[in-house]
């Protein structure tokens, strides 16, 4: 297993019972108030001028699923063969692809729709992630560091659009897995200059991807409906949805249509938020609670510690045999 990952868990055992003590007392002393979707928009503009989004104009996807190999490629998953005889089947992404591309029918019309994690302007992931292994960059992207992460998976459920995936074939290191902007690809990563743009976006053959600035994507996007609205529906998807999204969606018929939610402005993470709060008000459950999470991935870590020790004391017993037998 990873060092740092090792020596991040452990610092987490050894300081989560008084962390989330400390959390209390702030949290009852201090509540926080979410913004509303409108106000942290515009605080988001203000403060993130360079915030980066990528647009996804259906009518123009043919559904080539081009941008699903580019990402398998460049974050060096499988390939998988995809059934094309059966392009209405649903997927979803999961741990071995970031992006799947899906068919839905509209009056006998084929539209190809691309999915992946939306990168939230206000992620509800990062809110319900108790270590902090999510994080929203003032850039655009919501990254993932494997190194916080205990796999409490409390990201997988918060997600209102249910992508983080994890890895349950992998028993010793598994990941929460979803689309990074393919921030961790870049070898030049200064938040201030914004990430360098997602691989799908760069081998869509189309142009219906299209990376940039967020302000002018969203421009963009209201630009091309009012020059053709017998193309488009008037909605530019992701604007407000959920607080905001930095994947802003257009297409030729309501987003219900194609499985995106019509959520309300306000940002997911107000939920899981206030739910946080309001647990937090009861002082000692939320101490109780964390303390009970750390020694159970205590005495599992040292279960698993004395299995492998008692692998290797096994294997050394096994060769001292073989050799004791050759010499005889």
């Known amino acids: 297993m990873n ?42 503009h203000i403060l993130h001028p360079n915030s980066a989004a990528c647009l996804v104009d259906i009518t123009k996807c043919i559904g080539c699923r081009q941008c699903e190999l580019g990402c398998r490629i460049s974050h060096d998953h499988k390939i998988p063969e995809v059934n094309t005889d059966n392009i209405a ?44 292994a999510l994080t929203k960059r003032a850039d655009g992207p919501v990254v993932y560091d494997a190194d916080k992460c205990i796999g409490c998976r409390y990201c997988m ?28 690809l870049s070898s030049d990563d200064k938040k201030e200059s914004g990430p360098a743009g997602p691989s799908c976006a760069k081998v869509c053959p189309t142009g219906a991807l299209l990376f940039g ?38 297409g030729p018929a309501d987003f ?17 938020e206030a739910i946080q709060h309001g647990i937090f008000k009861f002082g000692a459950a939320p101490v109780a609670f964390y303390g009970a999470l750390a020694a159970l991935m205590h005495f599992k870590k040292r279960n698993n510690d004395n299995k492998e020790t008692g692998k290797e004391k096994s294997i050394k017993d096994g060769d001292k045999k073989i050799e004791d037998s050759s010499d005889v």
């Not at 990952?5 to 201090?30: C, P």
């Not at 899906?102 to 729709?113: A, E, L, P, Q």
């Not at 349950?168 to 961790?184: A, Q, R, W």
């Not at 992701?238 to 257009?250: Q, V």
């Open 3 to 44: 060092k740092n990952k090792k020596n991040s868990r452990r610092q987490f055992l050894k300081l989560g019972a008084g962390s989330a003590a400390g959390a209390v007392i702030f949290l009852n002393s201090n509540p926080a108030k979410g913004n509303t979707s409108v106000d942290y928009v515009k605080t988001d």
């Open 89 to 132: 089947e649903k997927r979803r992404p999961d741990s071995k692809q970031n992006t799947v591309v899906n068919n839905f029918k509209i009056d006998n019309s084929d539209n190809f729709v691309k999915i992946q994690c939306m990168h939230c302007l206000k992620p509800a992931c990062e809110s319900a992630c108790i270590v902090g």
């Open 157 to 184: 459920v918060a997600c209102p659009y249910e992508i983080p995936a994890y890895e349950y074939h992998n028993s010793l290191t598994p990941e929460v897995v979803k689309c990074d902007f393919c921030t961790s």
């Open 213 to 250: 600035n967020r302000e002018t994507i969203i421009k963009i996007a209201r630009g091309r409906i009012e020059a053709d609205k017998d193309r488009y529906f008037p909605h530019v998807y992701g604007e407000f949805e959920a607080g905001g999204t930095s994947w802003i969606y257009l």
């Open 256 to 272: 219900s249509n194609f499985n995106l939610p019509p959520f309300e402005k306000v940002p997911s993470s107000q939920l899981t």
